[in-house]
């Protein structure tokens, strides 16, 4: 059974950096469409960043773009969002999603079926 962690979120000012993490076990992370989604508290999940299967591609919600940074260490299994110039609206839960071929980095898709971890909390403060 494939089991997702995040971590690093935090209590940070705006402008200031956090990078997260998602450590995968159970699977090949290579294999597996994985990315990054958020919900702010009343608002509905969105997607933030993903890779697609084989690093074929990367996406990023515009909101992110040139903010936000997505990588992955197959060897370590982990993906990274490394989030710069973060601003109060990037307030949210953080949830890592991992899936083989239910989704393939469709940003648009609040909800794929997928592995997903708990989340790590992630507060700007203006």
């Known amino acids: 059974q494939a089991q997702v962690e995040e971590s690093g979120g935090g209590l940070v000012q705006a402008g200031g950096s956090l990078r997260l993490s998602c450590t995968v076990s159970?699977?090949?992370?290579?294999?597996?469409?994985i990315g990054w989604l958020r919900q702010a508290p009343g608002k509905e999940r969105e997607g933030v960043s993903c890779i697609a299967r084989r690093g074929r591609s990367t996406v990023y919600a515009d909101s992110v773009k040139d903010r936000f940074t997505i990588s992955r260490d197959n060897a370590l299994n982990t993906l990274y969002l490394q989030m710069n110039n973060l601003k109060p609206e990037d307030t949210a839960m953080y949830y890592c999603a991992a899936a083989l071929y239910t989704w393939n980095c469709d940003l648009g898709e609040a909800n794929p079926a997928a592995y997903w971890g708990q989340g790590t909390q992630v507060t700007v403060s203006s």
């Open positions: 159970g699977l090949m992370l290579d294999d597996y469409a």
